[in-house]
């Protein structure tokens, strides 16, 4: 099998590419670099196995078509993307030429050059808006939503807000569309919060890194400032450690014929559901640190919680996560304390 995967040396795109290397997948890796720890996953894949770096911009038309028509995938993992709900704001233009036209691109080249192709995408929980009809209650720890036990499924309505939720939503419509109308196979994942290794978190982007870093700070003593974060610590997201986000992925590939078309809501489930209070004392746990942080106010559109049903998921791909959220975490503060504090960045 031949597989391309378009940001393929950022988080999820190296994770995917390490697995498929693994499996002895042909192999093309499509990125421009431009995130902060591409180049080093760059490298670090390169120790992984042979496949072939193509250093190209998903915005240019003319890059993703001479791939996807040279290559000829048989298969396609986009994942490349803007994710910061910060960046888009400060830069809405930029946000929509990567995320929304940077899809159609993909969509484009592969209905000209590779129309058997099955399109995997990265989409988000964000394109269903801040959610701020939900009754929730609150607790000393967290928000819950008893009227959704089991998080929220895909007959959740759409809200597009904020340029990002804009931008992730134009692109999982049109993955939804090319499939109708143009008979392609594509899938789309709107993942809750994933995590893991080879993730460079930021203060803006994969807040699981960031205070996994900011925590090895404080107990290793390079740090003495407390750090911030938006809102009261409560909010909840349902987080997948890296290796079930890849077995997803290979999952939807396998069972593409009957998955084609489809959204699926994707995460770590009701079980690996953690609010920002929880994480910090589970942190507090596996350093044996207790963390300083001061608080800010919200940020705009945030959802106070999203957790993902995960039965759809279920019953079309087979998947369920494997890992659980206090194991996953572990392996991650391992993972940052090895990467020496390159594994997280300020903005």
Known sequence: MKLLITGGCGFLGSNLAASA???????????NLSRVGSPQNLDWLRGQGQFTHVHGDIRNINDVTRTIRDFRPDAVFHV????????????????????AMGSLNVLEAVRDHAPDAAVLYSSSNK??????????????????????????????????????GCSKGSADQYMQDFSRVYGLKTLVFRHSSMYG??????????????????????????????????????????????????????AGLKHIDRAKGQVLNVGGGMANSLSLLELFTLLEELTGTPLRYDKTPARFSDQRIFVADLAKANALLDWAPQISARDGIAAAVRWAEEAGGTASRTR
């Open 21 to 31: 290397l693994k499996a002895g997948v042909e192999l093309m890796v499509f990125d």
């Open 80 to 99: 490349a993307g803007q994710v910061a709900m910060t960046t888009s704001i400060a830069n809405p233009r930029l946000d929509f030429e990567i995320n």
């Open 127 to 164: 394109v269903y808006g801040d959610l701020e009809y939900i009754a929730y209650q609150e607790t000393d720890t967290r928000y819950i939503d008893p009227v959704h036990p089991n998080g929220l499924d895909e007959t959740t309505p759409l809200e597009f807000q904020s340029p990002y």
């Open 197 to 250: 290794s080879r993730q460079f978190g930021t203060f803006d982007q994969g807040w699981i890194a960031w205070f996994c870093s900011q925590a090895i700070k404080q107990n290793q003593g390079l740090s003495n400032a407390p750090f911030t974060i938006a809102g009261n610590g409560k909010q909840v997201r349902d987080v997948l450690e890296a290796t079930d986000m890849a077995r997803l992925y290979f």
